[in-house]
């Protein structure tokens, strides 16, 4: 099998699995949803399954120590003497292509996120690892100091539009693909957020 | 009693309570301390924990439904006509200047929640309200939609730069006061943060 075809297969497989998770928690609830559930309806071995996934909560999620990893691996991609947040708008547009999640998944996923507790505990905690990740990712490359303000802030910035973006997509309905949505939102950050001047009235 | 010295005297004891649940925890270890303990340590009766905080760990976290209340309130006291940033940035150094605790206390509460997974989500869950929170209280103030991508932008952005400026002060002991730092690292967003700009380098 050509790399192309592999990388290819790969995906298809994690797609068919997030798409299972999300379908058994949608009728039978998350708490008795199995990993095992989740293998059966995707076709696959419970082997299989922890070739993707660790637990069925990053089964649900979409989530994943790889798919961070991989994020760090489309930042690095990017070529040198780019401006770090270019990079990291680009490095998450290339991230976002290699999946195709429909709109209607990311809703589910939202839903189950909303009504369980410990799936919106996993998702932040998600969030925080890319986050940090992504800080090693940058001052990598920018030579900062790890420990420096400024890293920090960039990515925090980063993440936190990326986050904004996708509950905003969920929350709006349209044609708009997510990661356009995502990109529109990283431009406006970069902008300074126009909203930054919007002055207040009385309250 | 006078309001003002009322305040002072809540002031007091929402302090203490805090002090005597960071140092029980240190000692006694997160799980073994309970609201008694904690009353008891702060010389008060637990009914008059429960005034102040409705779980233990929003007495070791020192959060809890008044304090982000008390925040929207420090926003809605900013004049109109204010650029919402600023008035965002002035809420925060009002809402600061109420409380006033000790590096060291941070400090204990920073080792406490990284090794205690449930305080880590507490608090994530905390920063996440607060958002909530400042954004119904900026779209309040603004006039925009409540679900629109801007205000959330500007809100998420603020809230990042707090949680991060904490962090990074938490890391980086210095003679810099907690309310200095996080309004350094507010007015470095608010520039757009040089490191936007910054180039990467080869990985």
Same mark, same amino acid.
């Given at each position: 099998?050509?790399?192309?075809?592999?990388?290819?297969?790969?995906?298809?497989?994690?797609?068919?699995?997030?798409?299972?998770?999300?379908?058994?928690?949608?009728?039978?609830?998350?708490?008795?949803?199995?990993?095992?559930?989740?293998?059966?309806?995707?076709?696959?071995?419970?082997?299989?399954?922890?070739?993707?996934?660790?637990?069925?909560? $990053?089964?649900? =999620?979409?989530? %994943? +120590?790889?798919?961070?990893?991989?994020? #760090? *691996?489309?930042?690095?991609?990017?070529?040198?003497?780019?401006?770090?947040?270019?990079?990291?708008?680009?490095?998450?547009?290339?991230?976002?292509?290699?999946?195709?999640?429909?709109?209607?998944?990311?809703?589910?996923?939202?839903?189950?996120?909303?009504?369980?507790?410990?799936?919106?505990?996993?998702?932040?905690?998600?969030?925080?690892?890319?986050?940090?990740?992504?800080?090693?990712?940058?001052?990598?490359?920018?030579?900062?100091?790890?420990?420096?303000? $400024?890293?920090? =802030?960039?990515? %925090? +910035?980063?993440?936190?539009?990326?986050? #904004? *973006?996708?509950?905003?997509?969920?929350?709006?309905?349209?044609?708009?693909?997510?990661?356009?949505?995502?990109?529109?939102?990283?431009?406006?950050?970069?902008?300074?957020?126009?909203?930054?001047?919007?002055?207040?009235?009385?309250?």
């Amino acid at each position: 099998m050509s790399n192309g075809l592999r990388e290819r297969k790969k995906r298809q497989t994690r797609a068919a699995l997030i798409r299972a998770a999300l379908e058994l928690c949608e009728t039978k609830g998350v708490e008795a949803v199995t990993v095992a559930d989740i293998a059966d309806a995707a076709d696959v071995s419970r082997r299989t399954f922890f070739n993707y996934f660790a637990t069925r909560e $990053e089964a649900i =999620l979409g989530s %994943g +120590a790889d798919r961070s990893e991989r994020l #760090v *691996a489309c930042l690095n991609e990017r070529p040198a003497g780019e401006p770090a947040w270019e990079a990291l708008r680009a490095a998450f547009a290339t991230f976002l292509s290699e999946t195709d999640e429909p709109q209607r998944e990311w809703m589910a996923r939202a839903r189950l996120v909303r009504a369980n507790p410990s799936l919106l505990d996993q998702q932040r905690a998600d969030f925080a690892e890319m986050e940090q990740r992504l800080v090693a990712g940058i001052v990598g490359r920018t030579g900062e100091d790890l420990g420096a303000l $400024e890293p920090r =802030l960039l990515v %925090g +910035a980063a993440v936190t539009t990326v986050r #904004v *973006a996708v509950n905003h997509w969920i929350d709006t309905p349209s044609d708009i693909a997510l990661a356009d949505a995502i990109d529109h939102a990283l431009a406006r950050m970069a902008a300074g957020c126009g909203a930054l001047a919007t002055p207040i009235r009385n309250p």
